[in-house]
Each structure stands twice: as structure tokens, then as C-alpha cells.
T-cell receptor, first 113, second 111 residues
Framework: AQSVTQLGSHVSVSEGALVLLRCNYS??????LFWYVQYPNQGLQLLLK??????LVKGINGFEAEFKKSETSFHLTKPSAHMSDAAEYFC???????????FGSGTQLTVLP | NAGVTQTPKFRILKIGQSMTLQCTQD?????MYWYRQDPGMGLKLIYY???????DKGEVPNGYNVSRSTTEDFPLRLELAAPSQTSVYFC??????????FGEGSRLTVL
């Protein structure tokens, strides 16, 4: 079964600092990987996705993620954090014949002024 | 376009009561899903559907039922509510590429 593990349930950064949210995957086949963001009291929104076309994937709001097969990782980064980035972030892997997503446990990002 | 609409947004149930969470989409997607979200646990798949008339169990289906009579609607039924079903429920539609589009969620408390 395919799965993802997010390291760190809470991450705090200062405004303007680098954001790094970690995700490792477990998959027997080349995975389709996703990052979603959830703002308070809202549903999840797609940030970016990896579908094997390119290892560095750029998403919305200045976020990007790099697929590293040797490390089975798909970490999310942003060079400079903004207060509006405070949210919960979920890594997910596509699995099953019904194209369902299996989500990690989430990382809550806090941005300090 | 409304996208994915869930009702109600909030509900309090007593143990043993039943209710239906409604989900309607206007995106004409075949794939639909129900997830529940609990703090620190991420999202767990309850049921999914690949088209009208077809439903299947996800990871945590016990205590729930679904139906999919039309492309647009995918209601989730809770029978005999239990405190363990206190959660936030999300309905989503999906593309074959895996992108999901979520509703705003339904927050359910069972007392």
C-alpha cells in the first residue's frame, strides 16, 4: 500500500525565513504526489502535484517541491515565509483504482512576526 | 460555479440519532469521496464513488453508508451516531489525475 509520512506536526518560522515541510513516501511504483493546504475552517486546496514530468514542481503562492527518488522524499519549500502562509499542510499520494488520495497526518505551519 | 457544496456546516447529534450529510457538485466529475478529519490524524477515506450507481468502502467505513443515484449528489448517512463519529467531514470530487476539489466541511459533534 502506498503511504506518506510527514515529519513534524508543528513547524514555526519567522516571517521572511525559509519554509521547509517534510514528506516521505512509500510506494512500490512511481508515485503521484501532492501537497494540499488548509486554511482555518476551510476545505483543502491543491498547492502542487508531482506526476513524473519534472522533479522540481512549482505551485501556487511561491511554494515548490522536489521529488527525490533516492531519498523517497517530496519536501515542500518556500524561500520567504509570509504571515498569510500560516495554515495546515498535507502531503498525499495517489493510490487505488478509484484514484483516491492517501494523506499524511499534516503539518501546522506558524509564521512568527 | 459553486464547486462542491456541503450541508449542514455544523450539527450536534445525540448518541443513537441518525442524520445525512449532503454533498452536491456542479463540476460534472465522476469521482467523489467522503473523508473525515480528526486532529493530528490527517484525512481518512470513508467511502468513494467512481460514478453514478457505484460506491465502495474506504479505510474507515463502519457506521456510515452512502448512495450515488446521480452524478451530482453523494450523501453520507450516519446511522446510530456514536461519540467516535465526532469529526469534521469533507466531501470532494476528483479528476483521474488525482486532483481533488473539496467542500468547506461539515463539523459534527455527537454527545
Amino acid at each position: 500500500a502506498q503511504s506518506v509520512t510527514q515529519l513534524g506536526s508543528h513547524v514555526s518560522v519567522s516571517e521572511g525565513a525559509l519554509v521547509l515541510l517534510r514528506c516521505n513516501y512509500s510506494s512500490s511504483v512511481p508515485p503521484y504526489l501532492f501537497w494540499y493546504v488548509q486554511y482555518p475552517n476551510q476545505g483543502l486546496q491543491l498547492l502542487l502535484k508531482y506526476t513524473s514530468a519534472a522533479t522540481l514542481v512549482k505551485g501556487i503562492n511561491g511554494f515548490e517541491a522536489e521529488f527525490k527518488k533516492s531519498e523517497t522524499s517530496f519536501h515542500l519549500t518556500k524561500p520567504s515565509a509570509h504571515m498569510s502562509d500560516a495554515a495546515e499542510y498535507f502531503c498525499a499520494v495517489l493510490s487505488g483504482s478509484a484514484r483516491q488520495l492517501t494523506f499524511g497526518s499534516g503539518t501546522q505551519l506558524t509564521v512568527l512576526p | 460555479n459553486a464547486g462542491v457544496t456541503q450541508t449542514p456546516k455544523f450539527r450536534i447529534l445525540k448518541i443513537g440519532q441518525s442524520m445525512t450529510l449532503q454533498c452536491t457538485q456542479d463540476m460534472n466529475h465522476n469521482y467523489m469521496y467522503w473523508y473525515r478529519q480528526d486532529p493530528g490524524m490527517g484525512l481518512k477515506l470513508i467511502y468513494y464513488s467512481v460514478g453514478a450507481g457505484i460506491t465502495d468502502k474506504g479505510e474507515v467505513p463502519n457506521g456510515y453508508n452512502v448512495s450515488r443515484s446521480t452524478t451530482e449528489d453523494f450523501p453520507l448517512r450516519l446511522e446510530l451516531a456514536a461519540p467516535s463519529q465526532t469529526s469534521v467531514y469533507f466531501c470532494a470530487t476528483g479528476l483521474v489525475t488525482g486532483e481533488l476539489f473539496f467542500g468547506e466541511g461539515s463539523r459534527l459533534t455527537v454527545l
